[in-house]
């Protein structure tokens, strides 16, 4: 199981002291538990610079992130089919 951390401590990290962003994200559905595991917390980051660095209103934050983890998930599923390509040529 995953190390959970301390929302709290992800955000003393980000060094914001205005956290009306994270309200506006939670209302969306994000982030809404006080711990997140070590991926959510990388998703935390990227969703603190996506709305205070580039104004991505928390909708838009939520799609980023959604098909961010789905071209993640796809890489890696591209990754095991060409293994699985190469071990097929290599038999060969």
Do not use: Y
């Not at 939670?26 to 603190?48: I, K, Q, Y």
């Not at 983890?69 to 097929?88: F, N, P, S, T, Y």
């Amino acid at each position: 199981m995953s190390e959970r951390i301390r929302i709290e401590e992800v955000l003393r990290f980000l060094a914001g002291d205005d956290r009306a962003w994270l309200e506006d994200l939670r209302r969306e559905g994000l982030f809404e538990g006080d711990e997140v595991t070590s991926d959510e917390a990388h998703d935390l980051r990227l969703a603190a610079l996506l709305v205070r660095e580039l104004g991505v209103n928390p909708a838009g934050v939520d799609v980023i992130l959604h098909l961010r983890r789905r071209m993640i998930c796809l890489e890696g599923r591209m990754r095991g089919v060409l293994e699985r390509l190469l071990a097929e040529l290599d038999r060969r």
